[in-house]
């Protein structure tokens, strides 16, 4: 909660930071990797700098938050902070690190706002900031234990057990220990992050989701090739789909993620598009391999069959369910046959009947996904039973947090 004195001054220069609060991010950036351009080589996703994406998700965090502090002040965005949470817990974020954060971000704020910072407008969001990074920093230390690692510590040695083609631009990768003791346990719709060695010297990290049900002895990636489009070629996704073979080891964190398969009876969604169908993959995967008998509505919308990753698996997990309904949506029938049931066109929940108290959960591209939740508020879905993956910056954060 704010202070008495910090709100009414976070209340009068909001609209002023938030105005400018795209300029300050990019100064910060700039600055942060001149002063340490290991974080962007070994921690920051270039290709995520390069296309804005990083910028626009720390900015509308920030925004979000102090909008949070000043209209709820009686509460805490948890929902929004458990998410940024585990992402830098899979990115092996520390605690001394918000200190440079935090030097270089007021460095630009005064950069950008000039003789606006007045000692007392700098107290005011140095205290939303500090109880920003606190909440994080208190919140990560807690996955850390969860997970049974030091602080930052998470990474482990995986070996390439086996590798699939499952699409011209998806290739699943089976890990196993080294020494051949089980994988570690996670929960249903959690993701690893993966780190690789690149040509120039860099590290770089990505996460991926673990697309098969925990309680086996190995784990399962699924990894799409992001091609160079609109924004930058995939550097890990092309280099794991060129390099990463049988016998092969890669270094992979522990398991992260608040998108996680919940417990009980409660009738579930899973709505996914594209590649965003390996979490609901686990969640479907566990939830046969437990004989969960309570309703399950399956979505996903693909551009062709033949893109469609693990679709095989999908039917029969989705079959193997008493309670389970699949609804499948193709751009196009691409060089195929529609697979019996499916429909084309775009995914449209106006043809699929949800059971009363349906809670649901959602991965795929933003456009896909504020289409399904607008339609699930539209049919009186309440806004906190609607949970979603984003696979990179969460450009979401203001809008559906």
């Known amino acids: 909660m704010l202070s008495e004195q910090s709100a009414p001054v976070v209340r009068a220069t909001l609209p002023v930071v938030g105005a400018a609060i795209g300029e300050i991010t990019g100064r910060f950036y700039s600055r942060l990797f001149a002063a340490h351009p290991e974080l962007l080589r070994d921690v920051f996703n270039r290709g995520n700098q390069a296309n804005g994406e990083q910028r626009q998700a720390l900015a509308g965090s920030i925004a979000a938050f102090a909008t949070a502090l000043l209209e709820h002040p009686e509460t805490r965005p948890d929902a929004m902070l458990s998410r940024i949470a585990h992402k830098h817990a899979a990115l092996g974020v520390t605690s001394e690190q918000y200190k440079i954060v935090h030097e270089h971000l007021f460095a630009a704020i005064v950069e950008v706002l000039g003789e606006a910072v007045t000692p007392e407008v700098a107290a005011a969001w140095d205290e939303v900031y500090w109880l920003m990074a606190n909440a994080l920093i208190a919140i990560e230390a807690g996955l850390y234990r969860d997970a049974g690692v030091p602080e930052g510590a998470s990474w482990r040695p995986m070996v390439v057990a086996e590798r699939h083609e499952e699409t011209p631009d998806a290739v699943s990768l089976v890990l196993r220990r080294p020494d051949g003791t089980p994988a570690g346990a996670f929960k249903p719709g959690q993701y690893v992050?993966?780190?690789?060695?690149?040509?120039?010297?860099?590290?770089?990290?990505?996460?991926?989701?673990?697309?098969?049900?925990?309680?086996?002895?190995?784990?399962?990636?699924?990894?799409?090739?992001?091609?160079?489009?609109?924004?930058?070629?995939?550097?890990?996704?092309?280099?794991?789909?060129?390099?990463?073979?049988?016998?092969?080891?890669?270094?992979?964190?522990?398991?992260?993620?608040?998108?996680?398969?919940?417990?009980?009876?409660?009738?579930?969604?899973?709505?996914?598009?594209?590649?965003?169908?390996?979490?609901?993959?686990?969640?479907?995967?566990?939830?046969?391999?437990?004989?969960?008998?309570?309703?399950?509505?399956?979505?996903?919308?693909?551009?062709?069959?033949?893109?469609?990753?693990?679709?095989?698996?999908?039917?029969?997990?989705?079959?193997?369910?008493?309670?389970?309904?699949?609804?499948?949506?193709?751009?196009?029938?691409?060089?195929?046959?529609?697979?019996?049931?499916?429909?084309?066109?775009?995914?449209?929940?106006?043809?699929?009947?949800?059971?009363?108290?349906?809670?649901?959960?959602?991965?795929?591209?933003?456009?896909?996904?504020?289409?399904?939740?607008?339609?699930?508020?539209?049919?009186?879905?309440?806004?906190?039973?609607?949970?979603?993956?984003?696979?990179?910056?969460?450009?979401?954060?203001?809008?559906?947090?």
């Open 193 to 401: 992050s993966v780190q690789v060695e690149l040509p120039d010297g860099a590290r770089q990290i990505r996460q991926y989701s673990l697309s098969a049900a925990p309680g086996g002895s190995d784990w399962r990636i699924t990894v799409k090739r992001v091609r160079g489009g609109e924004g930058p070629e995939g550097e890990v996704s092309a280099w794991l789909h060129a390099h990463a073979l049988p016998g092969d080891e890669l270094s992979v964190s522990a398991p992260f993620g608040d998108l996680v398969l919940p417990t009980g009876d409660t009738p579930l969604l899973l709505a996914s598009a594209g590649i965003g169908t390996t979490p609901m993959l686990s969640m479907l995967d566990h939830l046969a391999a437990t004989g969960a008998t309570r309703p399950v509505t399956v979505v996903h919308a693909d551009r062709t069959p033949a893109d469609h990753a693990h679709r095989a698996q999908q039917h029969t997990l989705a079959k193997a369910l008493p309670g389970a309904a699949l609804h499948l949506w193709y751009e196009s029938e691409g060089e195929g046959e529609l697979p019996e049931g499916a429909r084309l066109g775009q995914a449209d929940l106006d043809e699929v009947p949800l059971p009363e108290g349906v809670v649901a959960y959602l991965c795929g591209p933003l456009p896909f996904m504020r289409a399904v939740r607008g339609e699930l508020l539209r049919r009186g879905v309440p806004a906190a039973d609607i949970h979603y993956e984003v696979f990179g910056p969460d450009l979401w954060l203001g809008e559906a947090a």
